[in-house]
C-alpha cells in the first residue's frame, strides 16, 4: 500500500509537535525555514528539543551555558555539529562559545582515527658532528664550559645553558668543517690551527653558504671554547683575530637584509597599519559563525598584532604569557604584563596596556560570550596561555607567522621599527625605546615614560584609541 503524501505544511507540524521544550519564537524561524526547504542536516528538530530540555533540567539560561552540556548533549561528531548548526541557524541569540573545546576534541578524536598519516623513514638534516664523533682533545675540552676557570689572571664563571650549546654546536660545525676538508686531501689533525679555521671558514662560505657575519659567529663561538680549554695557540689567535675582523668587515660593506625588508615594509605600510588589521580582524571575527576555529583564529590573530606594537616583546616572551602570573586585568578591567625576559633575563614591566589592546585580550578570551562574564573567564583561565588558552605552551615561532603571513616582516624587524620611529621622532627618548624593549632598568621607566607619550606616531595611536 503506498504511503500518503502529506504536505509540507503537515510535515512542518509534525516536527514542531516533537519540539516541547523549544520556544516559540525558534519554533517559528524552524517552520519559516522548512516550509521553503527541508533542513539539512536532518536531525535538527530532535538536537534542538533535547538541548533546551537539558537547560530546563540543569535550571540554567543559554547564557551560562558550559564546555560540559555540550559534552553531554551529543554523543557523537556529527550529533555536536548537528546541534551548533541548528543553534547557529534557528537560535542565533544562544552562545556557542563554550562549545568550542568540545569541537576540538571531536576534531582530535577525527584525525587520532581517521587522518594518522604512516610514519616515513628520513634521513638525518644534522650537519654538526655530535660530540662523540670530536677529537679526544676536543672532547676533553667540554668540561672546562662548566667550571669556572683563569684565562690571562681573570677568571670566568661557568656558562650559561643556552651559550653553551651555542658553543656546543658551533665546535661540532667545525668537526664536519675538519671532515670536509680532510676528504679533500687537506691535511688537517687536531690543533686548532691557523689552517683550521681557513678550512672551517670556506666550509661555511661555500658549502653552507651562509653570511659572513654568521661565520664570524661561529668563530667567536669557536674562540670561547678554545680559550676555556687552553686549545688555542699564539698562531691561531692571530689568525683568528684577522679572519673575524675581515668577515665583520665584510659584513657591515653589504646591506643588510634587515634593511631591506624595512625599507619595503615602510613603502606600504606604518605600524599603525597593523593596528588598523588587528581592528579588522576583530570585525571578520565577530562576523563569522560563534564558536569556530576560524573565528578563534581571527580573534588570536588580531591580539597578536595589537601586542606586537604596544609592548615590542619578542615572540618567544609572548609565546608563553600565562594569565594570572605575567598578564594580569585589574579590577577596573585593566590589562597589564611584567615578565623577565626569556633571553635576558630581565625583568620587563611597561604597566597597563593600550584600551585597544585590553579590549583585544578580553573578546580573545571571552570568544563570543556575553562581556558580563568576563571576570569569571579570567578566574578559570588563570595558570592558563594566554594565546592558546590552555594548559598548553603556545608554538613560540607563531606570533612571528602571523606577522609575516600579514605583513612579510618578522618581530625581530619589528623591535627595530619600534626602536627607529621613538628615536627619529625624538632623539631625547631613547631610554624609552630601552624600557619598552626591556633594555632599561626599572627606574628609567619613570625618567622617560612623559618622553615616550610625547612621541608624534605614539599620540596618533592614542588619538586613534581615544587615550586622554
Known amino acids: 500500500m503506498a504511503r500518503p503524501n502529506k504536505t509540507r505544511i503537515a510535515r512542518a507540524a509534525l516536527l514542531l509537535n516533537a519540539m516541547p521544550h523549544v520556544p516559540e519564537l525558534v519554533k517559528s524561524r524552524f517552520r519559516t525555514a522548512f516550509l521553503q526547504e527541508d533542513p539539512s542536516p536532518r536531525g535538527m528538530p530532535k538536537a534542538l528539543d533535547k538541548f533546551y530540555a537539558h537547560l530546563k533540567s540543569v535550571s540554567r539560561t543559554p547564557n551560562q551555558l558550559t564546555p ?20 547557529r541557524q534557528y537560535a542565533p541569540e544562544v552562545p556557542v562559545a563554550a562549545a568550542r573545546p568540545v569541537s576540538q576534541m571531536w576534531d582530535n578524536w577525527l584525525n587520532t582515527r581517521y587522518n594518522q598519516k604512516a610514519k616515513k623513514p628520513r634521513n638525518s638534516t644534522r650537519v654538526a658532528f655530535a660530540h662523540i664523533d670530536w677529537p679526544d682533545t676536543w672532547k676533553s675540552g667540554t668540561s672546562a664550559l662548566d667550571q669556572a676557570v683563569r684565562i690571562k689572571g681573570r677568571w670566568y664563571r661557568p656558562l650559561a645553558p ?9 665546535v661540532g660545525m667545525l668537526a664536519t668543517a675538519r671532515n670536509w676538508a680532510q676528504k679533500r686531501d687537506v691535511v688537517l689533525d687536531e690543533r686548532f690551527s691557523p689552517e683550521l679555521f681557513d678550512a672551517f671558514a670556506r666550509f661555511m662560505l661555500l658549502e653552507r653558504e651562509v653570511s659572513a657575519r654568521t661565520v664570524a659567529d661561529y668563530l667567536e663561538r669557536v674562540e670561547m671554547f678554545a680559550k676555556r680549554a687552553d686549545l688555542l695557540e699564539p698562531a691561531g689567535v692571530r689568525t683568528l683575530s684577522e679572519l673575524i675582523g675581515a668577515l665583520r668587515e665584510d659584513a657591515s660593506e653589504a646591506e643588510p637584509g634587515k634593511r631591506a625588508k624595512i625599507r619595503a ?3 606600504r605600510f606604518s605600524l599603525r597599519d597593523l593596528l588598523d588589521r588587528a581592528q579588522s580582524l576583530t570585525d571578520e571575527a565577530d562576523a563569522a559563525p560563534d564558536g569556530t576555529a576560524e573565528a578563534e583564529r581571527k580573534r588570536r590573530s588580531a591580539l597578536i598584532l595589537a601586542l606586537f606594537v604596544n609592548t615590542g616583546d ?36 611597561l604597566g597597563a596596556l593600550w584600551p585597544l589592546t585590553c579590549a583585544l585580550i578580553d573578546a580573545h578570551i571571552l570568544a563570543g560570550r556575553p562581556a558580563w562574564q568576563i571576570k569569571g573567564q579570567v578566574h578559570a583561565l588563570s595558570g592558563c596561555n594566554l594565546l592558546s588558552l590552555s594548559n598548553m605552551p603556545f608554538h613560540t615561532y607563531f606570533s612571528a607567522n602571523v606577522l609575516r603571513q600579514e605583513f612579510g616582516i618578522s618581530g625581530h624587524l619589528m623591535r627595530t621599527l619600534i626602536t627607529d620611529l621613538l628615536r627619529n621622532a625624538r632623539s631625547d627618548a631613547a ?11 626599572k627606574w628609567m621607566q619613570a625618567t622617560y615614560q612623559s618622553d615616550f607619550r610625547a612621541v608624534a606616531s605614539i599620540r596618533q595611536w592614542h588619538a586613534l584609541l581615544k587615550i586622554p
Open 68 to 87: 560540559e552540556d555540550f559534552r553531554s548533549l551529543a554523543a557523537s561528531r556529527t550529533a555536536h555539529r548537528t546541534l551548533l548548526a541548528a543553534l
Open 265 to 267: 615594509f615602510r613603502d
Open 162 to 170: 643556552k651559550t653553551r650549546e651555542n658553543i656546543i654546536q658551533a
Open 314 to 349: 619578542r615572540q618567544g616572551d609572548l609565546s608563553r604569557l600565562t594569565i594570572g602570573e605575567q598578564v594580569t586585568r585589574n579590577k577596573d578591567g585593566v590589562w597589564e604584563i611584567q615578565l623577565h625576559q626569556a633571553k635576558t633575563g630581565r625583568k620587563k614591566e
Open 431 to 441: 631610554w624609552a625605546a630601552q624600557e619598552m624593549l626591556g633594555h632599561s632598568n
